[in-house]
């Protein structure tokens, strides 16, 4: 006999990560569409990676058009975890009625994860005409945030591809320095898929400071 969804909740809630693991794979391999709510609500507070990424595969078994509204609530919430968990899930999905709900205010979360979330899911919801818009949105983060973070822009901005090229030429062009790197880098990486990021970046660095040494010598 399924589970009920507050029994499914009672497992979800269990002090054993590996209990809550098994649980999660339960409600993927029988979905039922009674369960987003409590499988949303537990994305948004779970602590263990390993329980979230089931729970994200779980969602993406049940009905489009039960989970996706609900995660588009969730990005409405105030913790952290409930909008980047509820973004990571939406692109999972790849429901493209759910691109206008990666709003600008997500894209340019103060909090780096959600940020980082946000701009993975924009990339696989976005369709082709929207994309000079989210280049452009993308390319005023170059330059901002943590390394690590610097790195999942990068990755954003290689996945849209030539559709990238315009706006990181113009932010290589006039930039601060910092955005200039970041985006002569990703630039880099454009054109050379195969090169780490490591590597490019330093690149980057001494071609930007050669310009502007040029600059101040002329």
Excluded: Y
């Amino acid at each position: 006999m399924a589970e009920s969804v507050e029994e499914l909740r009672t497992r979800l809630a269990h002090p054993n990560p590996s209990a809550r693991l098994q649980a999660a794979l339960a409600a993927g391999i029988s979905p039922d569409p009674e369960s987003v709510e409590v499988l949303v609500e537990r994305s948004g507070i779970e602590p263990d990676f390993f329980v979230r990424d089931m729970l994200t595969w779980a969602l993406t078994r049940l009905p489009a058009d039960r989970a996706v509204p609900r995660l588009v609530d969730e990005l409405s919430s105030p913790f952290p975890q409930a909008r980047s968990q509820s973004l990571h899930t939406l692109s999972k999905i790849g429901d493209r009625s759910a691109a206008p709900a990666v709003t600008a205010a997500l894209l340019h979360d103060e909090e780096d994860e959600v940020a980082k979330a946000a701009w993975r899911a924009a990339v696989a919801l976005t369709g082709p005409e929207e994309q000079p818009a989210l280049a452009a949105a993308l390319a005023s983060e170059l330059g901002r945030r943590d390394a690590e973070t610097r790195r999942s822009l990068t990755r954003a901005l290689l996945a849209l591809g030539e559709g990238a090229r315009a706006e990181l030429e113009r932010v290589a062009a006039g930039g601060t320095f910092g955005a200039r790197v970041h985006a002569v880098t990703t630039l880099l990486l454009l054109d050379e898929p195969e090169r780490g990021f490591t590597s490019a970046f330093s690149e980057a660095r001494r071609i930007v400071l050669a310009a502007d040494d040029a600059a101040a010598a002329d």
